[in-house]
Every structure is written in structure tokens, then in C-alpha cells.
């Protein structure tokens, strides 16, 4: 049994499919295809079974799934020592962050860090709050961020920002008129949502709570899966929607969705990290990267402003926060 054998094992299980696990993995089928039959065979045992163009895991490869994982992990773990060893000429740092955070508030500071850091590789894969934590607790990726909160005891979680959020309609929205709206009206309108487990959902969730609502009150006229689907759907008049400013801002100065006077509270970004993992010079030096960003943005604020107000563009939409809720060191 190989570490290659094991990652496409892991691919094919994920995927359910060894067409795209191959193509995902820069194999042919019929490669990917031998080495899942190499497994089986060796140990006299089903993984999959085929019924058709479809595969599914048998319960011994679901059993086996977990065990692949953690010594695909293991063997990261590994690397990433080894990476130390050579300083941060090269090495690996892998993310996992939810939509907002993954399109609009960590390219650039991805860019930043290989900027100083260009030997080390940054994969990111993009989710939703659940699917990240998931990602993190299964050791599939180095560090997550996430909007969403997160009840997973094996996690380490820091705050890293906050983000600012308000309900957005279109200009002929009947709100459009209004000083202010209150979540109690929340059910006088339809709304356009992200699908549960996203960290947007959330917080709406939390807003109806506060006024003993829930989501199922709500007229829902659209449930997608993507922030950018979700403007897209308000801007044409299918009702408002709760969403970050990173994801309007530039909708708002041009006038094609309003912004409705409703207090919602911030939103906590999240990084998280698996607290038995190692924190390899990478990690840490990506950690310090948000610091001195962090300063930085404090101090600019500080000096326009009096440290009290805030600034309305895309990348500033967020304000600069670092402090640790678990207390587990980076």
C-alpha cells in the first residue's frame, strides 16, 4: 500500500466518481482505476461497489475512508516538518475558507503572503461554514476561515475580523422608501437565501431568534448556493436579502441595490485549525501576516479617524480584530 494509492483511494471516495477523480488528480482513468483495483485486490477486499457509471463506498470503504484520511494527514504533518527544516524557501500551506471570506476578503491577503512567502503553495478550496469546519476537523486542509460559528471541541478557533452585514433590495423595493426597517418586519417581504449551513444564513437565524422568529416565518422566494447568485437575484426584484458589504459594495455605488437601515450585528470571521496539529513556519508565518495587517489598519484608522469611524470600500468592509477564543497558541 502507497501514499498514491491512499490519495486516490480518498479522491475517488469523495468524489464517488473515477472520471473526475482522476482529472482532479492529473491521472488517466484507467491509473486511477488500477490502483483502487490494486488495493482491493491485494486485501481481498470490496471498497466500492459499481452499479453502472455509479460507485459507492461499501461499508469496509467507509470504514477505510477514515483511516486513509488520517494517515494522509499524518503524512502532511510530515512534509511540513521537513518544509520547516528548509526555512520558508518551499513547503505547502492549505486553505479552506466559506464563500465571503474565499472571494472576497482572502485573495488579496493571499497574495500578500506569497508575495513574501513565493516558494510556498496556498491551494484554497471554497464552501460553506459547515463544509469547512469539516475540512479542518478531517485534516483535509492546513487552516480554515469561516463567518459561521463553530461547536467542534478538536478546533481551534481565533477571531480575525469582523465583517459588516445589512439587508440589501432593489431600487424599487417598497423598503426602498422607508427610514428604517425592524426584524420584526421581516415577514412582509420576500427574501432571497443562502442554503443552510452557510455562516450568512446563520446570522439571519440569530436576528429572527431575537425577536422569537425563525427562518420558516420568512416568504422564501429563492434558496442559492452562491453570494454572487444571491445579488444577482436581488438586483432583479426578487426580494431582499441579508449580505455582506464585501459582497455589495460595488452594486451599491452604482445604485443597484440599496442599503436598508436595519441593525444587524457585525459577524466574526474565524480561523481555525485542528489543535493537535502541528503548526508548521508557514502557518505561523501566515498568522503573522494578519498581525501586521491588523496594526497597520488600526493605526490608519487611528490617524483618519480617530480610531472610530469606518471606511466604506470593498477591502475595508471588514474591521481588524485579532484575539484568541480558545486560547490554543498559532
Given at each position: 500500500m502507497t501514499l498514491e494509492q491512499l490519495r486516490i483511494f480518498v479522491a475517488v471516495a469523495e468524489r464517488e466518481h473515477v472520471t473526475r477523480a482522476a482529472a482532479d488528480l492529473n491521472l488517466t482513468q484507467s491509473a486511477t482505476s488500477a490502483a483502487i483495483a490494486a488495493l482491493e485486490h491485494r486485501h481481498a477486499v470490496k471498497l466500492f461497489d459499481r452499479v453502472g457509471r455509479r460507485i459507492a463506498l461499501t461499508d469496509a470503504g467507509r470504514l477505510f475512508l477514515q483511516e486513509a484520511r488520517a494517515i494522509l494527514t499524518r503524512a502532511a504533518v510530515g512534509e511540513q516538518v521537513l518544509s520547516d527544516l528548509a526555512g520558508l524557501k518551499r513547503g505547502r500551506l492549505s486553505f479552506a475558507a466559506s464563500q465571503t471570506i474565499g472571494n472576497y476578503w482572502l485573495p488579496?491577503?493571499?497574495?500578500?503572503?506569497?508575495?513574501r512567502h513565493p516558494g510556498i503553495e496556498t491551494p484554497l478550496v471554497i464552501g460553506n461554514t459547515e463544509t469547512v469546519a469539516a475540512a479542518i476537523h478531517d485534516g483535509l486542509a492546513d487552516i480554515g476561515l469561516v463567518e459561521g460559528e463553530i461547536d467542534d471541541p478538536y478546533l481551534a478557533q481565533e477571531v480575525v475580523a469582523t465583517d459588516t452585514m445589512s439587508i440589501v433590495v432593489a431600487p424599487e423595493h417598497p423598503w426602498s422608501a422607508r427610514d428604517a426597517v425592524t426584524p420584526d418586519a421581516f415577514g412582509e417581504t420576500s427574501w432571497v437565501l443562502r442554503e443552510p449551513g452557510s455562516g450568512t444564513r446563520q446570522l439571519l437565524e440569530t436576528v429572527l431568534r431575537r425577536v422569537g422568529q425563525t427562518i420558516a416565518d420568512l416568504d422564501i422566494a429563492l434558496e442559492l448556493p452562491a453570494n454572487e447568485a444571491v445579488?444577482?437575484?436581488?438586483?432583479?426584484?426578487?426580494?431582499?436579502?441579508?449580505?455582506?458589504?464585501?459582497?455589495?459594495?460595488?452594486?451599491?455605488?452604482?445604485?443597484?441595490?440599496?442599503?436598508?437601515?436595519?441593525?444587524?450585528?457585525?459577524?466574526?470571521?474565524?480561523?481555525?485549525?485542528?489543535?493537535?496539529?502541528?503548526?508548521?513556519?508557514?502557518?505561523?508565518?501566515?498568522?503573522?501576516?494578519?498581525?501586521?495587517?491588523?496594526?497597520?489598519?488600526?493605526?490608519?484608522?487611528?490617524?483618519?479617524?480617530?480610531?472610530?469611524?469606518?471606511?466604506?470600500?470593498?477591502?475595508?468592509?471588514?474591521?481588524?480584530?485579532?484575539?484568541?477564543?480558545?486560547?490554543?497558541?498559532?
Open positions: 488579496q491577503r493571499l497574495a500578500a503572503f506569497r508575495k445579488r444577482a437575484a436581488v438586483e432583479a426584484g426578487a426580494g431582499a436579502s441579508l449580505m455582506s458589504r464585501l459582497v455589495f459594495a460595488t452594486a451599491l455605488r452604482s445604485g443597484v441595490l440599496l442599503e436598508i437601515p436595519v441593525e444587524i450585528p457585525p459577524r466574526r470571521f474565524l480561523m481555525l485549525r485542528q489543535k493537535e496539529r502541528y503548526v508548521g513556519r508557514a502557518a505561523q508565518a501566515f498568522r503573522a501576516l494578519l498581525d501586521s495587517e491588523n496594526l497597520a489598519n488600526t493605526s490608519e484608522h487611528s490617524a483618519h479617524d480617530g480610531g472610530m469611524g469606518r471606511r466604506s470600500d470593498a477591502y475595508s468592509a471588514t474591521e481588524p480584530l485579532c484575539r484568541r477564543a480558545t486560547g490554543a497558541a498559532w
